[in-house]
Protein backbone atom coordinates (compact mmCIF):
# COMPACT_ATOMS: atom_id res chain seq x y z
CA UNK A 1 0.00 0.00 0.00
CA UNK A 2 1.18 3.29 -1.04
CA UNK A 3 0.45 6.67 1.05
CA UNK A 4 -0.47 9.57 -0.66
CA UNK A 5 1.76 11.60 -1.87
CA UNK A 6 2.42 14.98 0.29
CA UNK A 7 5.23 17.05 0.56
CA UNK A 8 7.71 16.93 2.67
CA UNK A 9 9.59 19.21 5.44
CA UNK A 10 12.54 18.29 7.96
CA UNK A 11 12.96 21.62 10.34
CA UNK A 12 15.97 21.33 12.23
CA UNK A 13 14.76 23.39 15.23
CA UNK A 14 12.01 23.98 17.43
CA UNK A 15 11.09 27.58 15.89
CA UNK A 16 11.24 26.84 12.67
CA UNK A 17 9.09 23.73 13.03
CA UNK A 18 6.32 25.69 15.29
CA UNK A 19 6.88 28.73 11.92
CA UNK A 20 5.89 25.81 9.07
CA UNK A 21 3.10 24.57 11.24
CA UNK A 22 1.48 27.95 11.84
CA UNK A 23 1.68 28.64 8.36
CA UNK A 24 0.16 24.87 7.28
CA UNK A 25 -2.31 25.05 9.50
CA UNK A 26 -4.70 21.95 9.88
CA UNK A 27 -3.17 20.49 6.62
CA UNK A 28 0.04 19.53 7.97
CA UNK A 29 1.01 16.56 10.01
CA UNK A 30 3.59 16.12 12.00
CA UNK A 31 6.11 12.90 11.84
CA UNK A 32 7.95 11.78 14.76
CA UNK A 33 9.19 7.85 14.55
CA UNK A 34 5.94 7.20 12.36
CA UNK A 35 4.80 4.49 14.25
CA UNK A 36 1.26 5.52 13.72
CA UNK A 37 1.16 8.26 11.25
CA UNK A 38 2.35 5.88 8.39
CA UNK A 39 0.07 3.09 8.98
CA UNK A 40 -2.62 5.57 8.69
CA UNK A 41 -0.97 7.10 5.62
CA UNK A 42 -0.62 3.50 4.14
CA UNK A 43 -4.36 2.59 4.74
CA UNK A 44 -4.91 6.21 3.36
CA UNK A 45 -7.27 7.20 6.23
CA UNK A 46 -5.44 10.52 6.30
CA UNK A 47 -4.40 12.86 3.48
CA UNK A 48 -2.07 15.22 5.12
CA UNK A 49 -0.60 17.85 2.23
CA UNK A 50 2.69 18.28 4.39
CA UNK A 51 4.38 16.13 6.73
CA UNK A 52 6.51 17.84 9.11
CA UNK A 53 9.66 15.63 10.54
CA UNK A 54 10.17 16.46 13.88
CA UNK A 55 12.03 13.41 14.26
CA UNK A 56 15.88 15.19 14.06
CA UNK A 57 15.42 18.71 16.35
CA UNK A 58 17.89 18.34 18.75
CA UNK A 59 16.95 18.72 22.77
CA UNK A 60 13.99 16.89 22.72
CA UNK A 61 14.99 13.01 23.00
CA UNK A 62 16.16 11.85 26.36
CA UNK A 63 15.28 11.71 29.99
CA UNK A 64 16.55 14.21 32.94
CA UNK A 65 15.82 15.16 36.42
CA UNK A 66 14.38 18.89 37.15
CA UNK A 67 14.09 18.65 41.00
CA UNK A 68 11.74 16.40 41.73
CA UNK A 69 10.14 15.90 38.14
CA UNK A 70 11.59 13.83 35.35
CA UNK A 71 11.75 15.07 32.35
CA UNK A 72 11.18 13.28 29.18
CA UNK A 73 11.79 14.73 25.86
CA UNK A 74 8.92 13.79 23.77
CA UNK A 75 10.64 11.97 21.18
CA UNK A 76 12.39 9.72 23.39
CA UNK A 77 11.51 6.33 21.85
CA UNK A 78 9.85 3.63 23.66
CA UNK A 79 12.81 1.41 23.58
CA UNK A 80 14.57 4.27 25.18
CA UNK A 81 12.37 4.87 27.97
CA UNK A 82 12.12 0.90 29.00
CA UNK A 83 15.46 1.13 29.54
CA UNK A 84 16.23 4.45 31.56
CA UNK A 85 17.23 4.21 34.47
CA UNK A 86 15.63 7.34 35.98
CA UNK A 87 12.07 6.19 34.45
CA UNK A 88 12.63 2.51 35.89
CA UNK A 89 13.29 4.49 39.21
CA UNK A 90 10.73 6.97 39.38
CA UNK A 91 8.56 5.64 36.99
CA UNK A 92 8.11 2.16 36.81
CA UNK A 93 5.31 2.14 35.69
CA UNK A 94 5.36 4.10 31.98
CA UNK A 95 8.80 1.63 31.74
CA UNK A 96 6.56 -2.13 32.80
CA UNK A 97 3.98 -0.44 30.47
CA UNK A 98 6.51 0.79 27.65
CA UNK A 99 7.71 -2.53 27.48
CA UNK A 100 4.18 -4.15 26.02
CA UNK A 101 3.92 -1.64 23.45
CA UNK A 102 3.55 -3.09 20.28
CA UNK A 103 7.15 -4.88 19.41
CA UNK A 104 10.78 -4.19 19.72
CA UNK A 105 11.17 -3.09 16.36
CA UNK A 106 7.80 -0.63 16.36
CA UNK A 107 9.58 0.37 20.38
CA UNK A 108 13.19 1.09 18.36
CA UNK A 109 10.86 3.90 15.84
CA UNK A 110 7.75 4.78 17.97
CA UNK A 111 8.13 7.58 20.67
CA UNK A 112 6.44 8.63 24.06
CA UNK A 113 5.34 12.12 22.71
CA UNK A 114 4.03 10.99 19.28
CA UNK A 115 2.01 8.28 21.53
CA UNK A 116 -0.13 10.58 23.58
CA UNK A 117 -0.01 13.23 20.48
CA UNK A 118 -1.79 10.44 18.76
CA UNK A 119 -4.12 10.08 21.46
CA UNK A 120 -5.76 6.30 20.39
CA UNK A 121 -8.03 5.23 23.00
CA UNK A 122 -6.63 1.99 22.54
CA UNK A 123 -2.95 3.25 23.10
CA UNK A 124 -1.08 2.14 26.29
CA UNK A 125 0.57 5.17 27.17
CA UNK A 126 -1.98 7.66 27.82
CA UNK A 127 -3.89 5.69 30.85
CA UNK A 128 -0.55 5.79 31.59
CA UNK A 129 0.25 9.48 31.79
CA UNK A 130 -2.93 9.88 33.33
CA UNK A 131 -2.30 8.03 36.29
CA UNK A 132 0.91 9.20 36.73
CA UNK A 133 -0.27 12.93 36.88
CA UNK A 134 1.99 13.71 34.02
CA UNK A 135 2.39 17.27 32.36
CA UNK A 136 2.62 17.77 28.80
CA UNK A 137 4.37 20.87 27.65
CA UNK A 138 3.77 22.13 24.19
CA UNK A 139 5.55 24.87 22.36
CA UNK A 140 3.70 27.19 19.81
CA UNK A 141 3.96 30.52 18.68
CA UNK A 142 2.88 31.98 21.75
CA UNK A 143 5.36 30.31 23.78
CA UNK A 144 5.41 27.21 26.40
CA UNK A 145 2.43 25.83 27.86
CA UNK A 146 1.79 23.09 29.75
CA UNK A 147 -1.30 20.77 30.13
CA UNK A 148 -2.42 18.04 32.64
CA UNK A 149 -2.78 14.83 31.13
CA UNK A 150 -6.40 14.75 32.31
CA UNK A 151 -6.88 17.83 30.10
CA UNK A 152 -4.84 17.00 27.39
CA UNK A 153 -6.79 14.03 25.78
CA UNK A 154 -9.95 15.76 24.45
CA UNK A 155 -11.84 13.21 22.46
CA UNK A 156 -11.11 10.37 20.13
CA UNK A 157 -7.62 11.26 18.17
CA UNK A 158 -8.42 14.46 19.33
CA UNK A 159 -6.04 16.35 22.15
CA UNK A 160 -5.38 19.93 23.79
CA UNK A 161 -3.07 20.77 21.60
CA UNK A 162 -3.98 23.82 18.26
CA UNK A 163 -2.26 22.52 14.70
CA UNK A 164 0.84 24.92 15.25
CA UNK A 165 1.96 23.14 18.89
CA UNK A 166 4.42 20.55 19.26
CA UNK A 167 4.46 18.23 21.91
CA UNK A 168 7.81 19.15 23.47
CA UNK A 169 8.44 17.03 26.58
CA UNK A 170 6.59 14.73 29.42
CA UNK A 171 6.69 16.00 32.68
CA UNK A 172 6.52 13.36 36.04
CA UNK A 173 6.28 13.73 38.91
CA UNK A 174 8.75 11.43 40.49
CA UNK A 175 7.14 8.53 42.74
CA UNK A 176 9.24 6.26 45.15
CA UNK A 177 7.64 3.52 46.90
CA UNK A 178 4.84 2.97 44.94
CA UNK A 179 3.70 -0.32 43.55
CA UNK A 180 2.56 -0.35 40.07
CA UNK A 181 1.42 -2.48 37.18
CA UNK A 182 0.08 -2.49 33.83
CA UNK A 183 -2.51 -5.03 32.39
CA UNK A 184 -3.82 -5.73 29.56
CA UNK A 185 -5.90 -7.91 27.26
CA UNK A 186 -5.16 -8.11 23.56
CA UNK A 187 -5.94 -10.72 20.92
CA UNK A 188 -1.94 -11.46 20.06
CA UNK A 189 1.00 -10.02 21.32
CA UNK A 190 1.51 -6.90 19.33
CA UNK A 191 -2.29 -5.64 18.85
CA UNK A 192 -3.56 -2.86 20.30
CA UNK A 193 -5.30 -3.20 23.65
CA UNK A 194 -9.00 -4.23 24.56
CA UNK A 195 -8.93 -2.86 27.42
CA UNK A 196 -6.16 -1.94 29.40
CA UNK A 197 -5.31 -0.88 33.55
CA UNK A 198 -2.28 1.02 34.73
CA UNK A 199 -2.22 0.68 38.52
CA UNK A 200 -0.09 2.99 40.67
CA UNK A 201 -0.75 1.86 44.46
CA UNK A 202 0.71 3.41 47.91
CA UNK A 203 0.61 1.17 50.80
CA UNK A 204 1.06 2.36 54.41
CA UNK A 205 0.63 0.02 57.72
CA UNK A 206 -0.45 -2.92 55.92
CA UNK A 207 -3.18 -1.55 53.40
CA UNK A 208 -3.32 0.34 50.57
CA UNK A 209 -3.15 4.11 51.77
CA UNK A 210 -3.86 5.45 48.01
CA UNK A 211 -4.46 4.13 44.34
CA UNK A 212 -4.37 5.88 40.93
CA UNK A 213 -5.88 3.81 38.21
CA UNK A 214 -6.10 4.74 34.30
CA UNK A 215 -7.84 3.12 31.60
CA UNK A 216 -7.29 2.29 28.35
CA UNK A 217 -9.80 1.84 25.32
CA UNK A 218 -12.60 2.70 27.97
CA UNK A 219 -14.32 5.43 26.36
CA UNK A 220 -12.88 7.64 23.36
CA UNK A 221 -10.27 9.30 26.02
CA UNK A 222 -8.22 7.43 29.13
CA UNK A 223 -10.09 7.51 31.79
CA UNK A 224 -9.33 7.75 35.67
CA UNK A 225 -11.32 4.43 37.42
CA UNK A 226 -12.33 7.35 40.31
CA UNK A 227 -14.83 5.04 41.80
CA UNK A 228 -12.77 2.07 42.19
CA UNK A 229 -9.84 4.19 43.35
CA UNK A 230 -11.90 5.30 46.40
CA UNK A 231 -12.96 2.17 47.30
CA UNK A 232 -9.19 1.12 47.30
CA UNK A 233 -8.55 3.40 50.06
CA UNK A 234 -8.46 1.34 52.80
CA UNK A 235 -8.58 -1.96 51.42
CA UNK A 236 -6.54 -4.60 53.54
CA UNK A 237 -6.47 -7.81 51.97
CA UNK A 238 -7.14 -9.54 48.17
CA UNK A 239 -11.13 -9.73 48.68
CA UNK A 240 -11.38 -5.92 49.56
CA UNK A 241 -9.84 -5.32 46.08
CA UNK A 242 -11.83 -7.48 44.20
CA UNK A 243 -14.84 -6.04 45.99
CA UNK A 244 -13.41 -2.50 44.78
CA UNK A 245 -12.56 -3.19 41.50
CA UNK A 246 -15.99 -4.12 40.79
CA UNK A 247 -16.69 -0.54 40.51
CA UNK A 248 -13.38 0.01 37.88
CA UNK A 249 -15.98 0.56 34.78
CA UNK A 250 -18.04 3.30 36.65
CA UNK A 251 -18.74 6.27 34.57
CA UNK A 252 -16.79 4.98 31.58
CA UNK A 253 -17.96 4.75 27.94
CA UNK A 254 -16.46 1.75 25.99
CA UNK A 255 -17.00 1.20 22.41
CA UNK A 256 -18.40 -1.44 20.40
CA UNK A 257 -15.94 -3.01 17.75
CA UNK A 258 -15.34 -6.05 15.87
CA UNK A 259 -13.16 -7.54 18.82
CA UNK A 260 -15.62 -6.81 22.05
CA UNK A 261 -19.07 -5.35 23.43
CA UNK A 262 -19.27 -2.19 25.66
CA UNK A 263 -20.22 -5.09 28.29
CA UNK A 264 -17.31 -7.12 28.04
CA UNK A 265 -14.95 -4.36 28.14
CA UNK A 266 -16.69 -3.52 31.05
CA UNK A 267 -15.95 -7.05 32.32
CA UNK A 268 -12.90 -6.77 31.00
CA UNK A 269 -11.67 -3.65 33.14
CA UNK A 270 -13.27 -4.98 36.27
CA UNK A 271 -11.05 -7.77 36.25
CA UNK A 272 -8.12 -6.41 34.70
CA UNK A 273 -8.13 -3.67 37.38
CA UNK A 274 -8.62 -6.76 40.29
CA UNK A 275 -4.98 -8.27 38.63
CA UNK A 276 -3.36 -5.04 38.37
CA UNK A 277 -4.11 -3.42 41.99
CA UNK A 278 -3.04 -7.17 43.42
CA UNK A 279 0.55 -7.29 41.13
CA UNK A 280 0.72 -3.44 42.50
CA UNK A 281 0.37 -4.25 46.00
CA UNK A 282 2.71 -7.20 45.64
CA UNK A 283 5.63 -4.65 43.72
CA UNK A 284 5.88 -1.85 46.43
CA UNK B 1 11.63 15.26 -5.02
CA UNK B 2 13.66 14.73 -1.95
CA UNK B 3 17.70 14.34 -2.09
CA UNK B 4 18.19 11.01 0.30
CA UNK B 5 21.90 9.78 0.62
CA UNK B 6 22.04 6.33 2.83
CA UNK B 7 24.41 3.65 3.03
CA UNK B 8 22.66 0.51 2.64
CA UNK B 9 25.08 -2.99 3.13
CA UNK B 10 28.09 -1.12 2.97
CA UNK B 11 27.24 0.92 -0.20
CA UNK B 12 26.35 4.74 0.03
CA UNK B 13 23.12 5.50 -2.45
CA UNK B 14 22.50 9.30 -3.55
CA UNK B 15 19.13 9.59 -4.81
CA UNK B 16 16.10 11.93 -5.35
CA UNK B 17 12.93 10.18 -3.79
CA UNK B 18 9.07 10.76 -3.27
CA UNK B 19 9.06 11.36 0.22
CA UNK B 20 5.90 8.98 0.39
CA UNK B 21 8.41 5.76 -0.60
CA UNK B 22 8.50 3.45 2.04
CA UNK B 23 12.12 2.21 3.08
CA UNK B 24 11.24 -1.13 1.62
CA UNK B 25 10.18 -0.01 -1.61
CA UNK B 26 13.68 2.17 -1.61
CA UNK B 27 15.09 -1.09 -0.88
CA UNK B 28 13.28 -3.54 -3.53
CA UNK B 29 12.48 -1.62 -6.06
CA UNK B 30 15.48 1.45 -6.63
CA UNK B 31 18.04 -0.48 -5.21
CA UNK B 32 17.01 -3.88 -6.22
CA UNK B 33 17.74 -5.44 -2.97
CA UNK B 34 14.67 -7.98 -3.02
CA UNK B 35 15.88 -9.99 -0.30
CA UNK B 36 13.93 -8.00 2.05
CA UNK B 37 10.35 -8.81 1.26
CA UNK B 38 6.88 -6.85 1.63
CA UNK B 39 4.74 -9.40 3.76
CA UNK B 40 1.44 -7.91 5.29
CA UNK B 41 2.20 -4.12 4.65
CA UNK B 42 0.21 -3.32 7.73
CA UNK B 43 3.38 -3.10 10.38
CA UNK B 44 2.22 -6.58 11.69
CA UNK B 45 4.22 -8.96 10.44
CA UNK B 46 7.87 -7.90 10.48
CA UNK B 47 8.98 -9.83 7.15
CA UNK B 48 10.17 -5.70 6.17
CA UNK B 49 12.44 -6.16 8.97
CA UNK B 50 16.26 -4.46 8.18
CA UNK B 51 18.72 -3.03 10.58
CA UNK B 52 18.64 1.07 10.79
CA UNK B 53 21.52 2.87 12.45
CA UNK B 54 21.86 0.09 14.41
CA UNK B 55 18.62 -1.33 15.63
CA UNK B 56 15.71 -2.99 13.91
CA UNK B 57 12.47 -1.36 11.99
CA UNK B 58 10.10 -2.51 10.07
CA UNK B 59 11.64 -1.39 6.80
CA UNK B 60 7.60 -0.74 5.35
CA UNK B 61 6.67 1.65 8.79
CA UNK B 62 9.75 4.17 7.78
CA UNK B 63 9.77 6.72 5.25
CA UNK B 64 13.03 6.63 2.70
CA UNK B 65 13.13 10.33 3.41
CA UNK B 66 13.66 9.30 7.52
CA UNK B 67 16.63 7.12 6.27
CA UNK B 68 18.75 9.96 4.78
CA UNK B 69 22.09 10.09 6.17
CA UNK B 70 21.50 6.77 8.12
CA UNK B 71 22.99 3.05 7.33
CA UNK B 72 21.18 0.37 6.69
CA UNK B 73 21.63 -3.30 7.34
CA UNK B 74 19.40 -6.19 5.27
CA UNK B 75 19.37 -9.39 5.42
CA UNK B 76 21.66 -9.60 2.29
CA UNK B 77 24.42 -7.59 3.67
CA UNK B 78 25.06 -10.62 6.52
CA UNK B 79 27.13 -12.46 4.70
CA UNK B 80 31.03 -11.64 4.35
CA UNK B 81 32.52 -13.44 1.51
CA UNK B 82 30.00 -15.64 1.23
CA UNK B 83 30.08 -16.89 4.13
CA UNK B 84 27.29 -16.95 6.52
CA UNK B 85 26.93 -15.21 9.84
CA UNK B 86 26.43 -18.21 12.85
CA UNK B 87 22.77 -16.79 12.92
CA UNK B 88 21.97 -17.97 9.17
CA UNK B 89 24.01 -21.05 9.24
CA UNK B 90 21.42 -21.93 12.59
CA UNK B 91 18.62 -21.23 10.58
CA UNK B 92 19.57 -23.49 7.78
CA UNK B 93 20.99 -26.20 9.89
CA UNK B 94 17.78 -25.90 11.85
CA UNK B 95 15.40 -26.37 9.65
CA UNK B 96 14.22 -22.90 10.61
CA UNK B 97 12.46 -22.03 7.41
CA UNK B 98 9.62 -23.74 5.24
CA UNK B 99 8.40 -21.54 2.72
CA UNK B 100 11.40 -18.66 3.87
CA UNK B 101 8.81 -15.70 3.68
CA UNK B 102 9.31 -14.16 7.27
CA UNK B 103 13.15 -15.69 7.14
CA UNK B 104 14.82 -12.47 6.42
CA UNK B 105 12.70 -10.27 9.22
CA UNK B 106 13.55 -13.60 11.40
CA UNK B 107 17.32 -13.37 11.02
CA UNK B 108 17.29 -9.41 11.64
CA UNK B 109 15.01 -9.41 14.70
CA UNK B 110 17.11 -12.35 16.16
CA UNK B 111 20.14 -10.50 15.51
CA UNK B 112 19.17 -7.81 17.59
CA UNK B 113 18.08 -9.73 20.47
CA UNK B 114 21.23 -11.24 20.61
CA UNK B 115 23.34 -7.78 20.12
CA UNK B 116 21.23 -7.03 23.80
CA UNK B 117 21.01 -10.40 25.25
CA UNK B 118 23.71 -12.76 23.99
CA UNK B 119 22.79 -15.51 25.83
CA UNK B 120 18.57 -15.59 25.56
CA UNK B 121 16.19 -18.07 26.87
CA UNK B 122 13.63 -19.79 24.84
CA UNK B 123 10.94 -17.48 25.92
CA UNK B 124 13.34 -14.61 26.12
CA UNK B 125 13.97 -15.52 22.16
CA UNK B 126 9.72 -15.60 21.49
CA UNK B 127 9.40 -12.43 23.20
CA UNK B 128 11.65 -10.46 21.16
CA UNK B 129 10.36 -12.29 18.26
CA UNK B 130 6.66 -11.31 18.97
CA UNK B 131 6.19 -9.09 15.81
CA UNK B 132 7.61 -11.56 13.41
CA UNK B 133 4.76 -14.00 12.16
CA UNK B 134 5.62 -17.14 10.41
CA UNK B 135 2.20 -18.09 8.68
CA UNK B 136 3.84 -21.79 8.48
CA UNK B 137 3.96 -21.79 12.54
CA UNK B 138 7.64 -23.05 12.19
CA UNK B 139 8.35 -21.25 15.76
CA UNK B 140 9.86 -23.98 17.11
CA UNK B 141 12.91 -24.26 15.18
CA UNK B 142 13.03 -20.60 14.47
CA UNK B 143 13.39 -20.60 18.52
CA UNK B 144 15.78 -23.74 18.06
CA UNK B 145 17.89 -21.96 15.61
CA UNK B 146 18.40 -18.60 17.78
CA UNK B 147 19.54 -20.33 20.53
CA UNK B 148 21.71 -22.67 18.73
CA UNK B 149 22.98 -19.29 17.25
CA UNK B 150 23.72 -17.92 20.61
CA UNK B 151 25.09 -21.18 21.96
CA UNK B 152 27.66 -21.72 19.36
CA UNK B 153 29.04 -18.06 19.64
CA UNK B 154 30.08 -15.65 22.20
CA UNK B 155 27.20 -13.21 21.46
CA UNK B 156 28.63 -10.02 20.20
CA UNK B 157 29.70 -11.90 16.73
CA UNK B 158 26.11 -13.83 16.75
CA UNK B 159 24.28 -10.72 16.38
CA UNK B 160 27.27 -8.77 15.07
CA UNK B 161 29.30 -9.90 12.54
CA UNK B 162 30.07 -8.52 9.01
CA UNK B 163 27.88 -5.48 9.14
CA UNK B 164 29.87 -3.78 6.54
CA UNK B 165 28.09 -6.57 4.21
CA UNK B 166 29.67 -8.54 1.15
CA UNK B 167 29.45 -5.90 -1.47
CA UNK B 168 32.62 -3.86 -2.43
CA UNK B 169 32.22 -0.05 -0.75
CA UNK B 170 31.23 2.51 -2.67
CA UNK B 171 28.99 5.26 -3.41
CA UNK B 172 26.78 4.64 -6.00
CA UNK B 173 23.41 5.75 -7.49
CA UNK B 174 20.09 4.14 -8.20
CA UNK B 175 21.33 3.36 -11.36
CA UNK B 176 24.07 1.47 -10.07
CA UNK B 177 26.46 4.37 -11.10
CA UNK B 178 29.17 4.58 -8.79
CA UNK B 179 30.02 8.27 -7.92
CA UNK B 180 32.60 7.64 -5.78
CA UNK B 181 34.97 5.02 -4.17
Not at chain 2, 148 to 154: G, I, K, N
Not at chain 2, 165 to 180: F, M, P
Request: proline share 5%.
Amino acid sequence: MIPPAFDYVRPDTLEEAVRVLAEAGEEAKVLAGGQSLLPLLRLRLAFPELVVDVGRIPGLRGVREDGDTLVIGALTTHHDVVHDPLVRRYAGLLAQATETVADPAVRHRGTLGGSLAHADPAGDLPAVALALDAELVAVGPGGRRSVPAGEFFADYLQTALAPDELLVEVRVPEREGWGFRYEKFHRVSQSWAMVGVAALVRRADGRIAEARIGLTNMGPTPLRATAAEQALAGAADPGAVARAAGSAAEGTRPSRDASASPEYRAHLARVLTERAVLAAAGTG
Amino acid sequence: MTHISVTVDGTVYEDEVEPRLLLVHYLRDRLGLTGTPVGCDTSNCGACTVELDGMSVKSCTVLAVQADGGEVTTVQGLARDGAWTPLQRAFHERHALQCGYCTPGMIMAARDLLRENPHPTSGEVRQALEGNLCRCTGYQNIVRAVLAAAEETTGETAGQDSAAGDGASGRRTASGQEVTA
